[in-house]
């Protein structure tokens, strides 16, 4: 890369995948096309390669990359929804207009405007207080474990964070309720939350201590009753469950590494020497009725930038529009290091969310009948929420 130094490893990764595509011996042998449609220049000079670039180069695609369509979608979407809700911030939200018999019609537009602001912000409210439950008794689950296996402690893990964010989730709203009604004064704090509230966003003094996500308020919400949901069946009596959600977790690292723990335990394998073996089962989350009896089956996971062809086990090229197709049911087992097959085989990256980068998770050895470059300039990845 000229000028630059790449420190993320998955582009570094892409970079030397298009070098290997790109750069090869056959251009000094024969026709080689560089892109669909555009074939190797001949020799020329200078001029002549930018009068054979400009005449002949096809328009911008994602195809030139090595992307699916779907990846343009994908974006345009996005931008499309940035656009849209830059526009509904601007609308007029409250007003310290006063009331009388000579305020201006703008005056009393701007006085209805804050009403519906107040009364929008404060039925968000009330709806997210009282479907908010009760805050894990950890003394009482901990009483309930006796033994600590690593899959126990991960429960533990995963119910004091859960109380930590509902915590701050019923204190903020108690405390904006208050300033609502007049009884307290409105702080800057206060403020952000009930516009995040207004505008169906995640506040962010709840994000600090929440997990990454790009769903809205409402579909946020949604989801972490799910997950208190799941902490409250898996605590019950701490039997794994028979097929787990892995987008469910705040730390998902923690949940596979216990895999690797409870094998390494039971065989007395050095930890250091073990990974994870992925098996794509053909099964949905409602055909698994009882967990394995090494590892994990877990579910909830979606494949972006192809698909996975359930029929030949192997990953395909995505259908047009279905950017991000549902994986079926992941068997996870540990195994040793020089058990792992590595042959046709994509090193697929796990990521949190749409966002990548540093949602980054795990690395899934997924089958595959063509050349592993060819998923990885299509930036194929798994996500565990979309």
Request: aromatic content about 10%.
């Amino acid at each position: 890369m000229y000028g630059g130094h790449i420190t993320d490893d998955w582009d570094r990764r892409l970079c030397r995948t298009y070098l290997s595509e790109y750069i090869r011996a056959e251009m000094l042998e024969g026709e080689v096309y560089l892109a669909p449609g555009f074939l190797i220049p001949p020799s020329l000079d200078y001029k002549g390669y930018h009068e054979y670039i400009d005449d002949n180069l096809p328009p911008e695609s994602p195809y030139l990359y090595g992307l699916h369509p779907n990846a343009e979608m994908g974006f345009l979407a996005v931008t499309s929804d940035r656009l849209f809700r830059t526009v509904l911030e601007m609308q007029p939200k409250e007003s310290d207009a006063g009331g009388g018999s000579g305020v201006s019609r703008e005056e009393k537009a701007n006085k209805s405007s804050s009403m519906a602001y107040s009364f929008q912000v404060k039925s968000v409210l009330d709806e997210i207080i009282e479907r908010l439950p009760e805050p894990f008794n950890m003394a009482e689950i901990m009483a309930k474990a006796a033994d600590k296996t690593p899959y126990v402690v991960v429960a533990f893990q995963e119910c004091e964070r859960m109380n930590i964010l509902t915590h701050e989730i019923r204190r903020s709203l108690k405390e904006l309720d208050l300033g609502l009604k007049g009884e307290l004064t409105i702080t800057s704090d206060m403020e952000e939350l009930a516009n995040a509230l207004f505008y169906n966003n995640v506040p962010e003094s709840w994000t600090r201590y929440a997990y990454p996500s790009l769903l809205s308020l409402g579909a946020w919400y949604a989801d972490l009753l799910l997950r208190i949901r799941e902490l409250e069946v898996w605590t019950t009596d701490f039997v794994l469950p028979a097929t787990v959600w892995l987008a469910g977790f705040f730390n998902p690292q923690s949940f596979l590494t216990a895999i690797m723990q409870s094998m390494a335990r039971k065989n007395e394998w050095p930890l250091d020497k073990m990974c994870l073996s992925v098996e794509v089962t053909k099964k949905n989350r409602e055909d698994v009725t009882a967990p394995p009896r090494e590892g994990s089956y877990v579910h909830g996971l979606f494949m972006e930038g192809a698909r996975w062809d359930i029929p030949s086990g192997v990953i395909a090229d995505a259908r047009l529009k279905e950017l991000t197709p549902m994986m079926p049911v992941i068997f996870i087992r540990a195994i040793p290091v020089d058990r792992m097959d590595t042959k046709n085989v994509y090193e697929c990256p796990v990521y949190k969310t749409r966002m990548r980068g540093p949602t980054y998770v795990w690395t899934f050895n997924l089958k595959t009948k063509e050349k592993a470059a060819k998923w990885i300039l299509a930036a194929v990845a798994l996500l565990l929420q979309v």
